[in-house]
């Protein structure tokens, strides 16, 4: 069993940057996907992020270019930085890890209990 703790979520004007941890409880954390969602109120919860194995990354359209996702091997951490936040982004926010092919769904086996990351216009 992995758990996933996240962190760093809080309220921030739009425009500005949060960074979000996401500690990992596990040895074998090199050899999961980690991902990231967010979920907005009264909406599905949606992919935002991903991180492989190799290095490789992806984000979903609406965060390219302001979000970037790492990952330390070493401390077992996901990060998420975000910046240029916009009010329509106030969700909370939530990190995944699994043995996944598909990194858009919600397929990871392990998630966080998530974290709240509030936008004021």
């Known amino acids: 069993q992995v758990q996933l703790v996240e962190s760093g979520g809080g309220l921030v004007q739009a425009g500005g940057s949060l960074r979000l941890s996401c500690a990992a409880s596990?040895?074998?954390?090199?050899?999961?996907?980690m991902g990231w969602f967010r979920q907005a109120p009264g909406k599905e919860r949606e992919f935002v992020a991903a991180s492989g194995i190799s290095g490789k990354t992806d984000y979903a359209d609406p965060v390219k270019g302001r979000f970037t996702i790492s990952r330390d091997n070493a401390k077992n951490t996901a990060i998420l930085q975000m910046n240029s936040l916009e009010a329509g982004e106030t969700a909370v926010y939530y990190c995944?890890?699994?043995?996944?092919?598909?990194?858009?769904?919600?397929?990871?086996?392990?998630w966080g209990q998530g974290t709240q990351v509030t936008v004021s216009s």
């Open positions: 596990t040895r074998t954390f090199s050899t999961y996907v």
């Open positions: 995944a890890a699994g043995y996944v092919n598909d990194w858009y769904r919600k397929g990871y086996r392990y």
